[in-house]
């Protein structure tokens, strides 16, 4: 997943759905190295939170022990919402709360996995109207000949032993 949608928080929060496979892995990991100070991961199964530790989530949410729904649970733990969220499963019932759990007028989702295409992405106006930002992103939007020089799996900070 393309570090350029984890650019620009260093110090605040990212959550990551579906936290604990490969994709959101990789997310936290990612955030863990730009310096983000809470990682939030949101997964069905707890069990799979020692391992999402390894990979710098520092809190976990399962949406099945709370009686409203995730997106509520998030503003509230965050003060209104999420700087970045990234939604790595490609389910659109998991795609919308994560929409609607960033920040009004600074928040953004960035939704990896991909829908079923005849999926509907169904919202209300106001998360637009209130200056959420919502972006998609193939290949993390890897273009290699420019982001090779980059990469931290070449400086030896990117944990791929794990994966």
């Not at 929060?13 to 955030?31: I, P, R």
């Not at 939030?40 to 707890?46: K, P, R, S």
Request: charged fraction near 25%.
């Amino acid at each position: 997943m393309s570090a350029k949608f984890l650019q620009g928080f260093k110090s605040s929060v990212l959550l990551v759905k579906e936290a604990f496979f490969q994709n959101g892995l990789a997310a936290a990991e990612g955030a863990r190295i730009l310096g983000a100070s809470r990682i939030i991961g949101v997964d069905l199964n707890a069990s799979r939170f020692e391992q999402a530790k390894k990979f710098g989530v520092t809190q976990f949410v399962n949406p099945k022990d709370y009686s409203k729904p995730v997106q509520e649970v998030i503003a509230e733990m965050t003060d209104g919402g999420v700087d970045r969220c990234v939604e790595c499963t490609g389910h659109i019932d998991t795609m919308i709360p994560a929409f609607e759990c960033v920040h009004d007028g600074w928040g953004v989702a960035v939704l990896v996995g991909v829908p079923h295409k005849e999926a509907l992405f169904k919202t209300y106006p106001k998360n637009f109207l209130n200056e959420r930002t919502l972006k998609e992103t193939f290949f993390g939007n890897y273009k290699s000949s420019l982001d090779i020089p980059s990469v931290k799996l070449c400086e030896r900070q990117l944990n791929i032993t794990e994966f």
